[in-house]
């Protein structure tokens, strides 16, 4: 397998020490997967190997209630920010001009490694970025920009340390998983040479099992006829392991049989071919060659998160060779549900190649993506449990004493900044670059590390395309684009099947005015910082 990247990096690097000297603030590995669904994993329900995660579960803890934005720009943005992606101009606001994709965030919203490197944190990217800025300019000491090509064979549109690579023209044994593991281990070879005093902060971000589904032959071979009994038997198998697990505590809700992709490209089932459906239709209602084409893709999707998976593990055993596995708190979690996306985009989709080869352009859909996302309902984009609710496992030896626990506490991307930042005993300042900082949303999360404890808050907020959602306790307020509120009970309904709006006005009144006073603070804050430029 070709190192396109690593080798650059360590070429000049003298040999580590075997064990490097153990820094008093924790080490940091955030790894982030891309359209990963909640019970994708095996120690959130899923059939799919898992090893070297499931792992760090059993040996540290597992969030039951974990939540992202719902999709790829406005997750990472909060993540690293640790506000609300609309309050940073990540995201869109009602009757607000700009943000979203394009926007730029306000000089008082730095990253999270501008907060760390004053008290000495060194810091590495690897992998998807999808942030406003260049990376170095966000305070990270290297980076590995893999930007996503539609091709997941080839390094076109990647930079290291913000400047374009030099793509060669065989580029064979390519794979964007793993050179973006490569690249996670030779920063850490680099830190334990040159740095090994220092702690690090670490944010590897996979793009599996984002679409198109294009995963190594070997990989889908594992895979290949594990799918044939189909979407509806799948997610049946899930939840009864994740009940097992003590995961869930809510009845599977039904499939959405009717519901597409969120987004309508008309012509994407004539250029894909007659396997492709675009609803998730009861299995033994598909043809043989619906049913085949269906779990191939499923097994596409599969083979992408068990080579994660893998590589992964090849991070875990560098950090255990250079001596900071056991203080190094490592967190995992995805940016979104699984997507329902169906589109054929770059480099088309040649329907006489091997699916999953880079010649094809193949989409997971809302079948295997009701599985992904069991027992939720819905998909990346919504703001309904399926779009939002993620995985989130820590683990950190010498920090965290429990062992394959469960913390039950609603917790969300915002509260990341801030438990990094207890952890490693910085004080967030009040003043960046000449601005106010605005109090932020989230909270540290440091005790739930230690117990299954509540973290106090007043609320948890979501907006992305339209849909809209607030949380408050266990009530769930929650409402597509343009719909009415919907009003949902999540100690016993994180399903959402049974809508109580009807029945509760005024408690819909109550968490609809939660969730407009938040909007308009944003809204004012937004419109304020434009005014003062």
């Not at 406005?74 to 920010?81: K, V």
């Not at 490693?424 to 230690?450: C, D, H, I, T």
Request: glycine share 8%; with cysteine.
């Amino acid at each position: 397998m070709t190192r396109l990247f690593a080798a650059a990096l360590v070429l000049t690097l003298s040999a580590a020490p075997a064990r490097a000297a153990e820094p008093v603030k924790p080490n940091v590995v955030f790894i982030l997967a891309d359209d990963l669904g909640f019970s994708d994993l095996g120690c959130y329900g899923g059939e799919i190997d898992t090893p070297n995660l499931d792992a760090l579960a059993k040996n540290g803890v597992r969030f039951t209630q974990f939540y992202n934005c719902a999709r790829c720009w406005p997750s990472r943005g909060a993540l690293l920010t640790g506000y609300y992606a609309q309050h940073v101009r990540r995201d869109k606001l009602p009757n607000v001009a700009g943000g979203g994709v394009g926007g730029a965030r306000p000089a008082w919203a730095p990253l999270l490694p501008e907060l760390l490197k004053p008290v000495g944190y060194r810091s590495y990217h690897s992998g998807k970025w999808h942030i406003d800025g260049k990376v170095l300019a966000g305070g990270f000491d290297r980076s590995l920009n893999v930007a996503n090509p539609g091709n997941m064979f080839t390094a076109r549109g990647t930079s290291r340390d913000d400047v374009p690579v030099k793509v060669p023209a065989d580029e064979k044994g390519y794979y964007v998983t793993i050179a973006t593991a490569d690249h996670a281990v030779a920063c850490l070879k680099e830190h334990a040479a040159q740095h090994a005093q220092a702690p690090f902060f670490q944010y590897l971000a996979f793009h599996a099992p984002h679409f198109p589904l294009h995963a190594l032959p070997e990989d889908i071979a594992k895979y290949r006829d594990k799918y044939l009994d189909g979407w509806d038997y799948l997610r049946e198998a899930r939840y009864a392991k994740q009940k097992k697990m003590g995961l869930v505590n809510t009845a599977l809700g039904a499939v959405e049989r009717e519901l597409g992709p969120p987004y309508r490209y008309a012509d994407v089932l004539k250029k894909v071919g007659p396997g492709e459906i675009d609803r998730a239709p009861p299995w033994g209602d598909l043809t043989k060659e619906q049913k085949r084409f269906q779990a191939t893709k499923m097994a596409i999707h599969a083979a992408m998160v068990d080579r994660m998976d893998r590589e992964i593990g090849r991070v875990i055993a560098q950090l255990k060779a250079m001596g900071a596995f056991e203080n190094t708190l490592i967190l995992f979690a995805s940016d979104n549900g699984a997507s329902a996306e169906m589109m054929v985009r770059d480099g088309g989709h040649d329907p006489a190649a091997e699916p999953g080869s880079a010649a094809s352009y193949l989409c997971l859909g809302p079948g295997f993506s009701s599985v992904c996302n069991a027992p939720f309902r819905r998909h990346k984009t919504w703001v309904h449990e399926g779009g939002i609710s993620t995985p989130l496992i820590a683990h950190w030896p010498k920090g965290i004493s429990a062992k394959g626990e469960l913390r039950h506490t609603p917790a969300h991307f915002v509260d990341i900044v801030p438990t990094v930042l207890d952890l490693a005993g910085v004080e967030k300042p009040k003043e960046f670059k000449g601005a106010a900082v605005p109090a932020a949303p989230g909270r540290s999360l440091a005790p739930a590390l230690a117990k299954d404890v509540t973290v106090a808050r007043d609320s948890l907020w979501w907006l992305h395309e339209g849909h809209r959602a607030v949380r408050v306790g266990d009530w769930k307020l929650v409402a597509l684009s343009g719909g009415e509120w919907e009003l949902y009970d999540l100690k016993t309904d994180r399903a959402e099947q049974h809508n109580l709006a009807a029945k509760m006005p005024d408690k819909v009144k109550e968490l609809s005015a939660v969730w407009q006073k938040q909007t308009d603070e944003f809204v004012a804050s937004v419109k304020k910082a434009a005014k003062d430029k």
